[in-house]
């Protein structure tokens, strides 16, 4: 009977493969018509070609991406009332019709297939029978069912197999060094948040290995699906610890189908900076604090500055007094019209040089200069042109960047005295560094927050985007028709059309082109690890996301940096600017440990509790056979794993201090095995700082020194806390000396 199952859902299976390569078949044979259009010289008609056949290659990429499992479930509902034959849903990756457009397959998000993640036998949600199809490539190798009523066995239910469980094989079986996604074995606790409504703050708290990160993606992938109208212009940001965690989840959103998504960490969240180092505990804490927003606003307030004296300036010969009291009428003026430092000066220039031409005019004319007030325009050009002018109009107000605004801010102490009057010399001295110092991850808020106060560098490339943006507008009338006449109504709306129009138009996605442009602003934003977030980088996502539409996933106890927060209403005070008791956000929690055997969970609870670590509590599914080994030798440690392990993936836990040193030593016995950082997860051995695992997970971890791996955080033993919880089997530590307490029962 299993045989005659397994053979039944594979033709299902096959059929639907066969209606995905057709469809697969026809964007092909779309994309080889369009290419072939004869549009001649007409620049809108070439460009408008070319948006439609990348419509058809990102269709064709979809449907590639979702071919791995691409149906993993089936629902068994009550019978047809005509036939009285049982009636079936299969639920998938992607939504597919036949040529008559009768539902095929469900896409996972839509309400109806909601029921195979929530139903219980005692809340069927009319669901008779669930069943899981495992499957390798396009072949089904296992099923398993889970009986919702309990008279599908008394009428006989010969069909249904009951096995070790989807969810357990999904748990234990290798890692890659990627994260796959859990589409197929997604829990009620998580499906209940993942279909969570779109507006407001959602905060999901949940300890390690409850799923958090894995929740926020298919969160996103559904959202993306549910609301494609108003997030598919804006687009959805999810912002995690590092590059390393990043590069770890890229995979999980394509092979749901969606790509309309920026993956970024805080240090790659200001156009053209990728910072990648770390502050100090105590300078990055101390930019971390919302005081570093008024410094910067003073920063650049005092870049518009009355000069003390007269200034005597010579302009074709002629020698002209600069008074103050213009500089200080031509400053007030361009203040007063509330725009950013930089398209101000556009303002005070104008007034300044048109308040010094008037005084020019009226000295040449009591010199007998036969002038009037028609000679104004080219007196104004001339000291336009003047180099005595022009040293004095931008002493007075120079063009900055932020980065220059911030370099000088840090390398000039006595200008830093003179912003920050309140503070302690120790204060300041965090903050100094030499002019060409590389950014940290601490800098970036800083720098987008004087990108906020100083604006466009150059005016004209403001003026351009201002242009172009009403050139979009114009275009989107002839988008719709566009559509009209290629018939492809709903695969493409006349917005992301309009944008590819003009001859020189931007044909990027609206990721890439939200992941180039500062001020672009998200329809929603994902947090992953919110909790080490400092206040000056919540001003920054508000920035991304000023329709505080966010999903904040994080875990308070696993907090490591020194600016983060010790508690969500303390981290969502800059979010919610202090309306904390209106009730705009909400808070979920995830209490099943899903990835860590017990025997390691429960080693890692009783060290944070034993050091004074307030952890939230879970439930763990399942032990591993492996107990928890203490070691003295790092390399023996090693081998001892790859022999028990040759597929699974290994992380070396580390801290920076000592990193270097492990890795020659590793290197001269591992050699191409082993890679550091982000290299590292594409290796069989990852070398990591305790920082880089944040959100990561491995067969096996081994931490070396976890003293030291608590003296080098601010947070100590929450440190360790994550580096413990990173394993799916098996957890080694290495130390010769002392360990934390907690560790001996």
Known sequence: MIDHELAREQDYVTTLYARLDALAREAEQQLIAVRRLDVGGNHQARSERDNFARLYED??????????????????????????????????????????????????????????????????LGARSRRHLLSRGRTIIRIEDDVLDASLLQEGGEHLHQGEGALLAALTAQRTGKMTDIVSTIQAEQDAIIRAPLPGVLVVQGGPGTGKTAVALHRAAYLLYTHRDRLRDSGVLIVGPSRSFLQYIEAVLPSLGETGVVLASVGQLFSGVEATREDIPAVAELKGQTFMADVVARAVRSRQRVPA??????????????????????????????????????????????ALAREWLAQLVRQGRSMDDTDLPMLREDLRLADDVRVALNTAWLPLTPQKLVQDLFARPQWLAELTPTWSDEQRALLRRS?????????????????????????????????????????????????????????????????????????????ERAGRDRTW?????????????????????????????????????????????????????????????EGR??????????????????????????????ITPSRTVRASEWPVETVTDLSDAVRRDRLLEREGTLA?????????????????????????????????????TPQDVKGLEFDAVIIVDPMAVIAASERGVGALYVAMTRATQRLYIVTDGPVPRGFVS
């Open 59 to 124: 269709r064709i990429g979809q449907l590639r991406e979702v071919d791995d499992r691409l149906a993993f479930g089936r629902l068994e509902t009550a019978p047809d009332e005509v036939t009285g034959e049982p009636v079936f849903r299969y639920i998938g990756r992607v939504g597919l019709r036949d040529e008559n457009q009768h539902p095929l397959l469900l896409d996972w998000r839509v309400p109806q297939a909601s029921a195979f993640y929530q139903a219980t036998a005692a809340t069927p």
């Open 309 to 354: 004296q007269p200034h005597t300036l010579t302009v074709n010969g002629d020698r002209l007094t600069l008074h103050p009291q213009l500089i200080a009428n031509a400053i007030a003026r361009a203040q007063s019209g509330g725009k950013p430092h930089n398209e101000a000066r556009v303002t005070f220039a104008k007034s300044a040089l048109g």
């Open 435 to 511: 002019r060409d110092a590389d950014f940290t991850i601490a800098d970036v808020p800083l720098l987008d927050e004087a990108a906020e106060l100083l604006g466009e560098y150059n005016v004209v490339d403001q003026a351009a985007k201002r242009a172009a943006t009403e050139q979009r507008q114009r275009d989107i009338e002839n988008a719709e028709s566009a559509i009209e006449n290629m018939q492809v109504k709903g695969l493409v709306n006349a917005t992301a059309l309009a944008d590819s129009f003009a001859e020189l138009g931007d044909h990027a996605t609206t990721a």
């Open 521 to 581: 602003t998200y329809g929603h934003v994902v947090v992953d690890e919110a909790q080490e977030l400092s206040p000056m980088q919540w001003r920054l996502l508000l920035r991304r996301g000023p329709r505080r539409s966010f999903t904040i996933v994080g875990d308070i106890a696993q907090a490591a940096s020194a600016a983060a927060s010790t508690s969500w209403k303390q981290a969502l005070t800059p979010v919610l600017q202090g309306s904390l008791e």
């Open 585 to 614: 956000w909400r808070l979920e929690e995830l209490t099943v440990n899903y990835r860590t055997p017990s025997q390691i969970a429960q080693l890692a609870e009783r060290v944070a509790l034993a050091n004074g670590l307030h």
């Open 652 to 688: 070396i836990i580390v801290v920076e201090e000592q990193i270097a040193a492990v890795e020659v030593d590793l290197t001269a016995e591992f050699g191409t095995l082993l890679g550091r950082g982000a290299l590292g997860l594409t290796r069989e051995i990852a070398l990591l």
